[in-house]
């Protein structure tokens, strides 16, 4: 399955608002690294993502979100993952990455 972006800069909140459908992989993750990337240096804010429709996340993919990361993290910005999958959440406390992204609610 293909990953599709949706973000929206909200103004209101003053952070990026990032939906993710379908599978963050070795064949996606670039895509979606620079896309973030791109957007969150037009506008440097938090970027909230919601993974209710990511189905998979592989090594690659969690390597995006800790490019992603590096670059935010100097300029004290933060990533919120909300809505993730059970089998998703678990790979990123397995690694540890659940103490270097907020992870919300659960589906």
Do not use: C
């Not at 992603?68 to 300029?75: A, E």
């Amino acid at each position: 399955m293909n990953l599709t972006i949706q973000k929206h800069y909200d103004t209101e909140t003053g952070a990026w608002r990032v939906t993710a459908k379908g599978d963050l992989d070795i064949f996606s993750s670039n895509v979606f690294r620079d896309e973030m990337l791109a957007a969150w240096s037009d506008e440097k804010s938090d970027i909230y993502i919601d993974g209710a429709d990511l189905a998979y996340i592989d090594s690659t993919g969690l390597g995006a979100f800790i490019s992603l990361y590096n670059k935010m993290k100097q300029d004290g910005n933060e990533i919120y993952l909300e809505n993730l999958k059970p089998n998703i959440q678990k790979l990123f406390v397995i690694t540890d990455l659940d103490e270097v992204f907020h992870i919300g609610a659960q589906q």
